[in-house]
């Protein structure tokens, strides 16, 4: 039986993130162009040698990016949309990663159903691809040099790319056959150097409309099989489903599947695998950071084994969704790091598994072992015991808990009465060096608690007497206590780890610590009241109560992989139940619950998608339903298109929803009527994300625009997101501007 080892990606930011801070220093013109190319040659061989001490056999290179493979991919075949031709080099990656003064970058978007988002190569039919796989070549022999024949070349495959590219008056396939001589000479390029097998990813393989993409796979892979180097086709992500027929038909040497997520296996145990081919089995999970269970893991791959015999061990997906090494995360419990498993760790399981299915014992000491592996999770249930009594109530749940009292068309008229138009914003205000130092001083110890209190009370009674100078009709304390409003809530929650090191990348040069949650998720003490009372105490106008919805604290992070998401995301809403009851209690009339990453978690798979959506509503209205009828539920979503979920998002059955709407051009808005949305609605009238002061006429045209579509008791008047990012400089005249716009309209209106 032969058994070996491979990787599919590494993390590429560094392991003390090198890559951001030279990016950075880079783009502040600290630093040349040379020592930015040297940092990331240097992580880059780093992580090979990584790769290859901890022994595995084909070891994935030339995924390291500047900014984004995507992106990297479209500038080697030539795929530069116009307005960056004027530019070259650097200086053209760059700008179409993050645009320029006058040219605006490639859009972004999320890879797939991961946090990590990539630049959407535009393709018209001016462009014509053209070949310059210099800087490739030249990493593919830098890895020659250190690995040898381990070195496996990381390709973005051509259907893939296409597929996640933005089309223009260009036909796929059309497009796809001008490409094609373009892998094929990077090929055959590949195989003159020596090179004796390349992973073409093709995750595009996992999506719902794959079947339809059938004769492209067939035609490529067709084609590039004739230049006589071994392929192995690459996915990841979910299932193959109905395309598996077909797929283990194409001529490859080897294809990999994801063996964490899907039903690959079941798919394997019905067409069988073809005996000339290698198995990739993405078995240690790249997109979650628990250590394998064995009891799990060693079944599923003693099953494997007997339909086929030709298999290699691997991780589920690039490990760069997961950070470097857990062992540098000290201040964590060691029960609790002992079963954390970053990319390092994952190595070692990979081999161990090798070593495990081919009857091998450990070679040095130090390997994993299975008691070990048993040890480390007894160890830790020990330490982190089930909490009962929140098991019982997730199991106990009835149907009116997550039903408000009374039906919106009823409860309406006992809200808050406020003004046609009604204004407000988002929740956060400008987070200024000034309060970033604040924190970091309470952080660090250098001022007591009641000192950093002071503070912030300070910051909130300066940001209402703004709000109510402003004229604005609800008002916000301005979140000036929160970092980030998923660690904000996560670390005052029981069941909540936070890593010191664990960066991954989000995209370019922006890295997040995506919180662990490890154990039951229970509120120990209110977590936003203090500020809600400081706030509402100098006002006479309503201040919104401001919480991160349940779905969106859990997306944000990495889960548990020994409770299902539905039970996880309904433990966090009756954590937030009881911030909601306390809020309420406290006087507030309008309770905000942001959900922005509520969108983004829907499945790859449409047949997925009314599970996903059943109980990621629920458990938001788990969280409010139960408010009296008077008080008022506001959510907020940013970067949505809704037409396609537009009922669940009513079947949420928030009083109010606020969206991002200005930089879509009122389609969203257009998206939410057609649906026939009928609660009400604050379309950003304008786009935070721009330093620009949106005018009042501008404002008014938008308003318009909204009131045109939607009856005028339906419409409130804010910004599109928060404003955290902003100067006051920025926010205090566009608010302005924005109040003024909601004024003369109403005026209008009267006469
Ligand atoms: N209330 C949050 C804020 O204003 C919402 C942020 C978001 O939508 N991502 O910052
Ligand atoms: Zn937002």
Redesign the pocket.
């Known amino acids: 039986m032969n058994i070996s080892t491979a990787t599919i990606g590494y993390p590429r930011i560094g392991k003390s993130r090198e890559v951001k801070k030279a990016l950075e220093s880079f783009w502040r013109n600290k630093i040349t162009a040379e020592s930015l190319l040297q940092t990331v040659k240097e992580v880059e061989e780093a992580s090979w040698k990584t790769q290859a001490e901890a022994g595995i056999d084909r070891i994935g290179i030339g995924d390291a990016t500047l900014y984004d493979r995507m992106l990297d991919w479209a500038v080697r075949l030539g795929l530069i949309p116009q307005r960056f031709q004027a530019f070259t080099g650097l200086e053209r990656y760059f700008a179409m990663a993050r645009g320029k003064e006058g040219t605006p970058a490639l859009e972004m978007t999320k890879w797939f159903d991961t946090n990590y988002h990539y630049l959407v190569p535009e393709i018209n039919s001016d462009i014509t691809p053209k070949a310059d796989f210099t800087g490739f070549i030249d990493i593919v022999k830098r890895g020659q040099a250190i690995l040898g024949n381990k070195a496996v070349p990381i390709i973005i495959g051509s259907v893939t790319l296409l597929r996640l590219s933005r089309l223009e008056q260009v036909e796929l396939g059309e497009f796809l056959n001008l490409l094609l001589p373009l892998y094929r000479s990077l090929l055959t390029e590949l195989k003159a150097l020596g090179i004796e097998e390349v992973q073409l990813h093709e995750p595009a393989l996992v999506l719902g409309d794959a079947p339809s993409l059938k004769e492209h796979f067939q035609t490529v892979y067709t084609e590039l099989a004739t230049v006589g180097i071994d392929i192995n086709l690459v996915t990841y992500f979910d299932d193959l489903g109905e395309s598996y027929s077909w797929v283990r038909e194409l001529p490859v040497a080897a294809i990999s599947l994801d063996f964490t997520r899907g039903n690959n296996l079941d798919l394997i145990k019905q067409h069988g695998f073809p005996e000339d081919k290698r198995l990739g089995v993405g078995i240690v999970d790249g997109r979650n950071i628990w250590q394998i269970r064995t009891d799990k893991v060693l079944p599923l791959l003693s099953e494997i084994k007997t339909l086929t015999s030709n298999i290699s061990l691997q991780p589920s997906a690039s490990l760069q969704f997961v950070p470097y090494d857990a062992t540098k995360e000290k201040q964590l419990p060691e029960q609790l790091r002992n079963v954390l498993s970053f990319a390092e760790q994952k190595l070692q399981e990979v081999r161990f598994l090798a070593r495990t299915l081919s009857g091998d014992n450990p070679q040095i000491e130090q390997e994993l072992t299975e008691d070990l592996i048993n040890a480390n999770w007894e160890a830790f249930y020990q330490f982190n015991p089930a909490n009962d009594a929140v098991k019982a109530k997730v199991d106990n749940l009835s149907p009116q808990d997550f039903q408000r009292s009374l039906s919106y068309s009823l409860r309406i008229a006992k809200q808050i009465p406020l003004p046609p138009l009604p204004t407000t914003t988002?929740?956060?205000f400008p987070q200024t060096q000034e309060v970033r130092k604040l924190r970091l001083q309470f952080k660090k110890g250098n001022i007591t608690e009641s000192e950093y209190q002071q503070a912030i009370a300070a910051e909130i009674a300066k940001c209402i007497k703004i709000q109510e100078e402003i004229g604005l009709d609800v008002l916000v304390h301005g979140?000036f206590e929160r970092t980030d409003?998923v660690e904000y809530f996560g670390q005052q929650l029981a069941g909540f780890a936070f890593t010191e090191h664990g960066w991954v990348q989000s995209y370019g040069s922006r890295y997040v610590r995506p919180p662990i949650i490890y154990g039951d998720v229970v509120r120990t003490a209110p977590m936003t009241l203090r500020e809600y009372k400081i706030a509402q105490a100098l006002t006479t106008k309503p201040v919104k109560g401001?919480l991160t919805g349940p779905v969106t604290i859990l997306n944000w992070s990495f889960p548990r992989n020994d409770l299902s998401r539905r039970d996880q995301a309904f433990q966090i809403a009756l954590a937030l139940r009881s911030e909601v009851a306390d809020l309420e209690q406290a006087g507030a009339r309008i309770i905000q619950v942001?959900e922005?990453a509520l969108r983004e978690g829907l499945p790859l798979k449409l047949e997925r998608w009314s599970d996903y959506l059943s109980w990621a509503v629920d458990a938001f209205r788990l969280a409010t339903a139960s408010v009296a009828p008077e008080t008022q539920i506001h959510t907020?979503m940013?970067y949505c298109e809704f037409g396609d979920i537009i009922k669940d998002i009513e079947r949420l059955d928030a009083d109010v929803i606020s969206i991002e709407n200005s930089r879509s051009n009122n389609r969203t808005l257009q998206e939410v009527t057609e649906g026939g949305y009928s609660h009400q609605i604050g379309n950003g009238v304008y786009d935070i994300h721009s330093p620009v002061v949106p005018t009042t006429e501008q404002l008014v045209s938008q308003l318009k625009a909204g009131i045109a579509n939607l009856p005028l008791q339906q419409i409130w008047v804010n910004p599109d997101?928060?404003l955290?990012t902003r100067c006051w400089e920025e926010v205090v005249p566009a608010l302005k501007n924005m109040v003024e716009a909601a004024k003369e309209l109403r005026d209008e209106l009267k006469s």
């Open positions: 988002i929740g956060s979140e409003m401001m942001d922005p907020h940013c997101c928060g955290k």
